[in-house]
């Protein structure tokens, strides 16, 4: 009787499992002492992105070359099952008892995003936070944009420095004119302050070009009018105005920089760039009033 109780777990123990969950880095092959091969990752199985919970998952020998051309950020499921209990013995979780993953085989799904792309500017200081275990890093911050005329706003998530960057992200600073593209996260609902009870969807976001950079007083002419081509470029009317009032010279906007912008952005546009020349008018005037 006993024998069959056995033969019974074991079969229940051989029993597939599945696991499923976003690649947290690309799958890393390593070459043991004994000449085994194994490939290593982490995938994130919680049903929020801003709350991971991170599963190592280990795939041997033969099953390594399912995992061939994964990338991180991928959604997949896993077929296999747990391994052996181990106790981590260092860091923040040392004493805490783990069960690795042991795939043997893997299916890459769909993860249905549409990738979303928005110019702006930073409303505040990226503020970056390390999460869960193994720790990931996560930088959070809000763009500001205009639409139809309206200003907008979308708060913004970076894994992991899984992002494709010309200036990390965790460094981004208020005011920087950046373009960042992605998809939208899990929906949230807001707990506390004036929206408490709105629901949000935050842009994950996979790639971001900083445009041009707070601009200094030490900036010199060409970055002034970079900035302001820029602006004009993307239809950008109020970062136009920052522009001018910067510093910038107007006789860099050419008619070319108009290409690709509707009527009502091209008109938006000119008229900042017409309000300036006013102000600048009224100044020079009074200021030739001014007796010495």
């Given at each position: 009787m006993k024998?069959?109780?056995?033969?019974?777990?074991?079969?229940?123990?051989?029993?597939?499992?599945?696991?499923?969950?976003?690649?947290?880095?690309?799958?890393e092959v390593k070459t043991l002492d004994g000449g085994k091969q194994v490939a290593n990752f982490v995938i994130n199985t919680a049903a929020k992105e801003e709350n991971p919970v991170w599963q190592k998952v280990q795939i041997w020998e033969e099953n390594i070359k399912k995992s061939e051309g994964l990338k991180k950020g991928d959604l997949i499921e896993l077929s296999g099952n747990y391994g052996k209990e181990y106790e981590l013995k260092q860091g923040d979780h040392a004493g805490e008892f783990r069960k690795d993953f042991v795939a043997k085989d893997i299916t890459k799904l769909s993860a249905d995003k549409e990738t979303l792309t928005f110019k702006g500017n930073l409303v505040d200081n990226s503020v970056t936070k390390e999460l869960g275990e193994p720790k990931t890093k996560v930088s959070t911050f809000s763009i500001g944009y205009s639409e139809d005329d309206k200003s907008k706003y979308v708060n913004c998530q970076a894994w992991n420095n899984s992002v494709k960057y010309n200036t990390p992200v965790d460094l981004l600073k208020k005011g920087d004119f950046v373009e960042v593209s992605g998809h939208l996260g899990k929906e949230y609902t807001l707990q506390n302050g004036e929206h408490k009870g709105e629901t949000r969807r935050d842009l994950i976001?996979?790639?971001?070009?900083?445009?041009?950079?707070?601009?200094?007083?030490?900036?010199?002419?060409?970055?002034?009018?970079?900035?302001?081509?820029?602006?004009?470029?993307?239809?950008?009317?109020?970062?136009?105005?920052?522009?001018?009032?910067?510093?910038?010279?107007?006789?860099?906007?050419?008619?070319?920089?108009?290409?690709?912008?509707?009527?009502?952005?091209?008109?938006?546009?000119?008229d900042v760039v017409t309000k300036h020349e006013l102000k600048q008018e009224q100044g020079e005037k009074k200021n030739s009033g001014i007796k010495m």
């Open positions: 024998s069959q109780e056995v033969e019974q777990e074991q079969k229940v123990k051989q029993e597939p499992l599945t696991c499923k969950g976003y690649l947290g880095n690309d799958p976001v996979t790639e971001c070009k900083v445009i041009s950079h707070q601009m200094k007083r030490s900036a010199n002419q060409e970055e002034k009018d970079g900035h302001l081509v820029e602006a004009v470029k993307t239809g950008n009317y109020k970062e136009v105005g920052i522009a001018l009032q910067s510093g910038a010279d107007k006789k860099a906007i050419k008619p070319e920089h108009f290409s690709g912008l509707s009527e009502k952005q091209t008109k938006a546009v000119n």
